[in-house]
T-cell receptor, first 114, second 113 residues
């Protein structure tokens, strides 16, 4: 299947700092990328939908100024958690799709804010 | 309001027997359904999918059944193997290209040898 690479896989940051997570589709051009968040023993919750060259669409309850998404190319989307707080600690996962196919997921990023 | 529901948080099965994981959905606009397998601290791995125009799709040991009238789908794994132990997520999406997957809460499958 297609490969989606997410980096970093684990990051610890101080409260108040910003963290950038990258999501790359390695062997295909992704028309759309999605960002999910998963809390322990919970489902993957969709945060936002990102189309190349346009503004991301955020789900209700997700602060767009806090979770900045940039989708500058068909192979790269970034999620920046700004002014991170301990409650932002979670597992963040990106996924990418080509036109009409199933979604492929990155390996996820474990964010711990201390 | 949860659009995709997996009501069983866990399932334990003996090696060699059949594992049946269930999923219900509420949104009649969903027309494509997928099952993902996930290990802790990793991204989900695609297992099998089914379009709403079918009622069954089979791939090796994995078979997905779809009952549109009941808005219910199930994943059958037979024979189950210890390596199948993981969290299984049911996901669904609408018929518009580029729509996101909506996930259930997952079912933790434990296969004992």
């Amino acid at each position: 299947g297609a490969v989606v690479s997410q980096h970093p896989s684990w990051v610890i940051c101080k409260s108040g700092t910003s963290v950038k997570i990258e999501c790359r589709s390695l062997d295909f051009q992704a028309t759309t990328m999605f960002w999910y968040r998963q809390f322990p023993k919970q489902s993957l919750m969709l945060m936002a939908t990102s189309n190349e060259g346009s503004k991301a669409t955020y789900e209700q309850g997700v602060e767009k100024d806090k979770f900045l998404i940039n989708h500058a190319s068909l192979t790269l989307s970034t999620l920046t958690v700004t002014s991170a707080h301990p409650e932002d600690s979670s597992f963040y996962i990106c996924s990418a799709i080509q036109w009409g196919t199933e979604a492929f997921f990155g390996q996820g990023t474990r964010l711990t804010v201390v | 309001d949860q659009q995709v529901k997996q009501n069983s948080p866990s399932l334990s099965v003996q090696e060699g027997r059949i594992s049946i994981l269930n999923c219900d959905y509420t949104n009649s606009m969903f027309d494509y359904f997928l099952w993902y397998k996930k290990y802790p601290a990793e991204g989900p791995t695609f297992l099998i999918s089914i379009s709403s125009i079918k009622d069954k799709n089979e791939d090796g040991r994995f078979t997905v059944f779809l009952n549109k009238s009941a808005k219910h789908l199930s994943l059958h794994i037979v024979p189950s193997q210890p390596g199948d132990s993981a969290v299984y997520f049911c996901a669904a999406r609408g018929n518009q290209a580029g729509t996101a997957l909506i996930f259930g809460k997952g079912t933790t499958l434990s296969v004992s040898s």
